[in-house]
Structures are given as C-alpha cells and as structure tokens.
C-alpha cells in the first residue's frame, strides 16, 4: 500500500447509512457564509452512485418551485454532516436520467418491500 492509498484510508468515511439510486434521502451539508456556518438540508432521489475510493459521488434530483435541481455531493466529503434514508424505492437501472424528462404521477418510484 502506497502512501496515497493510506492518506485516502484514513480520510474516508464509513459512517453514512446504504442507500442506492431510487432511494429518497435528506442530505444535511454544512454551508458557510462569510464567518456564519449553517446546515442546510437537501432531499431528493438519487439517480445515480458514482463508486470508488475517495472519488466517490452521488447526486440528488429535487424539484423545487417547478424547477428540477440537481446536486452531486462527494461521498466521502467533510461538509456533509449526514445522509438519512427517506424511503427506500424500487428501481430496474442504476442511472435514473431518465427522471429528468417525467413530470408528477409519471416520475413516481414504488417503494421496495411494497408489491
């Protein structure tokens, strides 16, 4: 084991609960304004996982206002303060783009465990 892989061993963080594309989740991110810091809540699905060591993403689709929102968090970042599980949803892909294009009842996702 290089020294690279030991620094990224110790900085990632294994305190974030399983979740998979189709969940719905509450990201908690910590934000900072000036000398002020907050933490603001960000809840959506899950499209997509990205997997890796330290390159670890995943990003959350909300609409708000009318408006889709986006947002891809690093997995094993310091800013986020904690990822809670929402529902669990039910899904057939791991890339869920095809959201972006459906509209109310249509971008539903059943939840998994409900037949």
Known sequence: MNILDKIDQEQMR???PDFRPGDNVKVHIRIIE???ERVQVFQGVVLKKKR???NATFTVRKVSHGVGVEKTFALHSPRLE???VVTKGRVRR????YLRERRGKAA???ERGVN
């Not at 791991?94 to 783009?97: A, C, G, I, K, N």
């Open 14 to 16: 294994y305190d974030h």
């Open 34 to 36: 000036g000398t002020k």
């Open 52 to 54: 890796g060591a330290m």
């Open 82 to 84: 904690k990822i809670e």
């Open 94 to 97: 791991s890339r869920l783009f």
């Open 108 to 110: 539903r996702i059943r």
